[in-house]
């Protein structure tokens, strides 16, 4: 993936190449095509159930559900969900001299620099486009202003869903998450049931316990005690304004609060999106 890791050197004139060859082995088979001018915030265009490659974004807080919902999606519309999230812990995961570098920086809760992330990302895609994958559902990418002007330059993203959700129910969330060390499963102890008030909706979710024999093997995130779980929210809310503003300005941000737990949340994303037509592809990602 020379084209983003050249466009982060800010390499203008091989890049145009580059990024042209890029764009053609990642994006350009997509059958889907989004003009920006359909986006418009509370609704998905609706979209040929038979094109499967999109190649959207999923931006939001720690602990909002990004892995989840884009997770599903993925399943669904039969694209790759790719978090930048989970590349580095996947590179955390190895003994090479990077990942004592990233450990630090993880696990302070601050972000990693675009070069590494970049080149973390482009590895990703490369292999996929090697193994026939077309479209993607990025997740946790772009994080910074700088890093969507990066991915604007070699692709064309077509639509950005930001999930939202109360301060106080992600802080409870990103506690209640476990990681099951055996299956690599993802679960949620946390039991929220907020009463609404003074104008304010409740919001009820149940925790999404694992099977009898992942729980004596759950283990958590490290960066997930309460102290860096704030820090990564503090510098979420600092970072986002900008790349929310990236693509409200292109008309392909598509805002969508979170009601409440997953069953009554993904019906309800499946309208925004206009997917809500495709039973089978419902049960099929359930
Ligand atoms: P979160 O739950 O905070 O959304 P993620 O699983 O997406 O966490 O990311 C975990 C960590 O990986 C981040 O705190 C950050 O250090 C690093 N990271 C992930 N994506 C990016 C990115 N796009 N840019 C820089 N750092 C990133």
């Known amino acids: 993936m020379t084209a983003l890791r050249g466009l982060l050197r800010g390499n203008a004139a091989v890049n145009t190449r580059t990024a042209g060859r890029w764009i053609s082995s990642v994006a350009a088979e997509s059958g889907f095509s989004f003009p920006a001018s359909q986006a418009r915030k509370g609704v998905a265009p609706r979209r040929d159930p038979g094109s499967r490659n999109v190649q959207w974004v999923f931006l939001g807080c720690p602990g909002v559900g990004k892995g989840t919902y884009a997770s599903r999606l993925s399943r669904l519309l039969g694209v790759p969900h790719i978090a930048t999230g989970d590349l580095v812990r996947d590179e955390l995961a190895t003994t090479g001299p990077l990942s004592k570098q990233l450990t630090e920086i993880v696990n302070r809760g601050q972000l990693v620099s675009d070069d590494i992330i970049i080149d973390l990302l482009s590895k990703r895609l490369e292999d996929g486009v090697a193994k026939g994958e077309s479209g993607f559902i990025l997740d946790g990418f772009p994080r910074t202003r700088r890093q969507a002007e990066i991915l604007d330059g070699v692709t064309e993203i077509e639509l950005v869903v930001n999930l939202k959700l109360r301060e106080d129910v992600l802080l409870a969330k990103c506690l209640g998450r476990r990681i099951c060390s ?87 994303l499946l309208r925004a999106l206009n997917l809500d037509d495709h039973d089978e592809k419902q049960s099929a990602a359930a």
Not at 194 to 223: Q, T
Not at 229 to 241: A, P, T
């Open 182 to 268: 055996q299956c690599g499963g993802n679960f949620n102890v946390a039991s929220i049931d907020i009463k609404g008030e003074n104008g304010r909706p409740g919001i009820a979710m149940p925790p999404l316990l694992p099977p009898e024999h992942c729980m004596s093997k759950l283990i958590s995130r490290a960066d997930d005690t309460e102290e860096v779980v704030k820090e990564r929210l503090r510098l979420y809310y600092e970072l986002s304004q900008p790349v929310e503003e990236f693509y409200r300005i292109r008309g392909k941000l598509l805002e969508f609060d979170l009601p409440g737990g997953i069953p009554e949340s993904w019906p309800k």
